[in-house]
């Protein structure tokens, strides 16, 4: 991709059910899938939420459910760091699902570990995003006790300006209302769900929101579960890329998508998705769509209960 007038998106569904022996057969894997997604064509691979979860596999036999984010943050800071040459020898950008974090939180009380994702870009540098809106799991002290972030931000790479909304993010109609005016051209949605109630609930709200914003906006989870250090609810997943719903490009919504599934024999499935039109959803954007308002806020509306 020269320049933002189109880009190319692959999406792996991470099977969590399958093991891994080390973080350095997880890097392989991931290696081996950003191979896979140039030599297709991709410009981005893009992995599911928790992905990191995978790494489990390997963890102490006797780690107990709330010591598993602080865990999985002290292996974080070695994955990033063995990720990082990936984007630069494939030519392509990563958004490496997202992994636990650990930060330094200025409010007492709150846990010192974020649900970050990570975009590695083949330039070299690296943006990241936390999740904004937590999950009860997410928030349970005695489960794996999260904080939540409070910043969006809005990356600009070769042109195009791009916002990752993880899991829960994409549900949130306010959030969507406040982005709109930000003139984005791709949201990254990697995401986690235990159910089809929760598959439908974030690939509905992103299908909803790339209308609302006249965007692209990508979504895809993990598949499967990890067996390790205990059993635990598997994640029911798929992927799609979601487009507005105008005539230039689809009348559903749906440029692309492979169903939901609950198991997998290898790594997961992969969709990649040529040639995104980013230069012409941003041109409806300037001149006009059918009936898309614009950064639409309704601050003028009242509400009368009767």
């Known amino acids: 991709m020269s320049d933002s007038s189109v880009l190319s998106i692959a999406l792996w569904a991470t099977n969590l059910g399958k093991p891994v022996d080390s973080m350095n057969a997880w890097i392989a894997s991931v290696d081996a899938c950003m191979e896979r997604a140039a030599a297709d064509g991709a ?29 999985l943050a002290g292996q974080s800071s070695f994955a990033l760091e063995a990720l990082r040459e990936l984007p630069t020898r494939h030519g392509i950008a990563l ?4 992994m636990p974090v650990r930060v330094e939180r200025g409010l007492d009380g709150e846990p010192p570990l974020v649900n970050r994702a990570h975009l590695l870009l083949p330039e070299g540098n690296v943006e990241h995003q936390d999740k904004l809106c937590l999950t009860p799991v997410e928030r349970d002290p005695d489960g794996w006790h999260l904080s939540a972030g409070s910043t969006l931000r809005i990356v600009t790479w070769r042109g195009v300006r791009i916002v990752t909304l993880i899991c829960l993010d994409i549900e949130l109609p306010a959030l969507a209302a406040r982005i709109a005016a930000f003139d984005v051209d791709l949201v990254l949605v990697p995401s986690m769900t235990a159910s089809l109630a929760g598959y439908n609930r974030v690939f509905c709200c992103a299908r909803a929101r790339a209308t609302e914003l006249l965007a692209a906006v990508c979504a895809v989870g993990c598949i499967g579960a990890v067996t390790r250090p205990r059993e635990r609810p598997g994640s029911t997943s798929g992927a799609a890329l979601y487009l507005p719903c105008e005539r230039a490009f689809t009348s559903t919504g749906i440029a692309a998508e492979f169903p939901p599934i609950d198991r997998h024999d290898d790594r997961g499935p992969m969709l990649v998705v040529p040639d995104v039109p980013i230069a012409r959803m941003r041109d409806l954007r300037r001149t006009g769509a059918e009936v898309w308002p614009g950064a639409w806020h309704g601050d003028h509306v009242s509400i009368n209960e009767a």
Not at 49 to 65: G, K, T, V
Not at 95 to 98: E, I, K, N, S, V
């Open 43 to 71: 410009d981005l691979l893009l992995m599911p939420e928790y992905a990191a979860e995978q790494w489990l596999s390997y963890a102490p036999p006797d780690l107990a459910l709330n010591d598993e984010i602080a865990w």
């Open 95 to 98: 958004l490496a699902g997202t």
